[in-house]
C-alpha cells in the first residue's frame, strides 16, 4: 500500500538558524503552505513539486518525546560542495562510505538536533 515517503516534520525554535541550516547549506527551497494558524515553513527540494521537510516552530517539544525515528535521510548531490558550506559554517560531520560501496554517507546535525544524513554517489570524490 505505501508507495513512497511523503515528508518529515520537526519542531524548532529558531527559524533563522533552520532554514539557514536547511536551505542556506543543503540546498532545499522554502516554498508554499497551506494557512495553518501557527507559524512553520514546508522545505521542497529544488524543482520538485512535493516538500520533503515540513518545520513547526515555537512548540515546545512533547511530552512524552514522539517518536524514535533515528534520522531523516536525502538523496544529494555535490558531495564537495556540501562538505565547503558545513566546513565554512562549523558543522560537525561524519563522512564514510557505505559498506559495500555505491554511496557516501555524509551525517549531520541541524539545529534543532535533527540527525540528518546525505547520500551520494560513490563516484564523486570527497
Same mark, same amino acid.
Given at each position: 500500500m505505501?508507495?513512497? *515517503?511523503?515528508h518529515f516534520?520537526?519542531t524548532?525554535?529558531?527559524?533563522?538558524a533552520?532554514?539557514?541550516?536547511?536551505?542556506?547549506?543543503?540546498?532545499?527551497?522554502?516554498?508554499?503552505r +497551506? +494557512? #495553518?494558524d501557527?507559524?512553520g515553513?514546508?522545505?521542497y527540494?529544488?524543482?520538485g513539486?512535493q516538500a520533503v521537510?515540513?518545520i513547526v #516552530?515555537?512548540?515546545p517539544?512533547?511530552?512524552p518525546?514522539?517518536g524514535?525515528?533515528?534520522? *531523516?535521510? #536525502?538523496?544529494?548531490?555535490?558531495?564537495a560542495?556540501?562538505?565547503r558550506?558545513?566546513d565554512a559554517a562549523?558543522v560537525?560531520?561524519d563522512?564514510? +562510505?557505505l +559498506?559495500?560501496?555505491?554511496?557516501?554517507?555524509?551525517?549531520c546535525?541541524c539545529?534543532?538536533?535533527?540527525?540528518?544524513?546525505?547520500?551520494?554517489?560513490a563516484?564523486?570524490?570527497?
Amino acid at each position: 500500500m505505501i508507495h513512497g *515517503m511523503n515528508h518529515f516534520t520537526i519542531t524548532a525554535d529558531d527559524r533563522d538558524a533552520s532554514l539557514g541550516f536547511y536551505c542556506g547549506l543543503l540546498g532545499l527551497v522554502d516554498g508554499p503552505r +497551506p +494557512p #495553518f494558524d501557527f507559524p512553520g515553513a514546508w522545505l521542497y527540494a529544488p524543482g520538485g513539486g512535493q516538500a520533503v521537510l515540513h518545520i513547526v #516552530f515555537g512548540r515546545p517539544l512533547p511530552t512524552p518525546r514522539t517518536g524514535v525515528i533515528d534520522h *531523516m535521510a #536525502f538523496t544529494a548531490t555535490d558531495l564537495a560542495g556540501v562538505k565547503r558550506r558545513l566546513d565554512a559554517a562549523g558543522v560537525p560531520y561524519d563522512l564514510r +562510505p557505505l +559498506p559495500g560501496g555505491g554511496l557516501w554517507q555524509l551525517f549531520c546535525h541541524c539545529p534543532n538536533g535533527a540527525r540528518v544524513e546525505l547520500d551520494f554517489d560513490a563516484a564523486e570524490q570527497p
